[in-house]
């Protein structure tokens, strides 16, 4: 059974840094692309950051200088370093792995609060 496990959430003021990290138990973590996703309360989930096989990223415009995302296969964990936090990121964060096949599972979730 495939888990995503998310740790390093918390509560952080307005211009602080987290770093989240999911450990991933896929038998060949290599071949997923491996994603950051949040939702707010009475948002829609958005996509936050994702990092393909070849490490290529891809970032929302809102968080874009300020969070990065990085993966390291040997350990299969993935992290979303977040810097310069503001309100509005608070969120739960989801940490996402997906197959080319189509096939993707998804972390239980860590919550994110940045107060002002």
């Known amino acids: 059974q495939v888990q995503l496990v998310e740790s390093g959430g918390g509560l952080v003021q307005a211009g602080g840094s987290l770093r989240l990290s999911c450990a991933a138990s896929l038998s060949i973590f290599s071949i997923y692309t491996m994603g950051w996703f949040r939702q707010a309360p009475g948002k829609q989930r958005e996509l936050v950051a994702l990092?393909?096989?070849?490490?290529?990223?891809n970032y929302a415009d809102s968080v874009k200088g300020r969070f990065t995302i990085s993966r390291d296969n040997a350990k299969k964990t993935v992290a979303l370093q977040m810097n310069a936090l503001k309100p509005e990121d608070t969120a739960v964060y989801y940490c996402h792995a997906e197959h080319y096949s189509g096939s993707y599972y998804w972390g239980q979730g860590t919550q994110v609060t940045v107060s002002s």
């Open positions: 990092i393909t096989t070849g490490s290529r990223t």
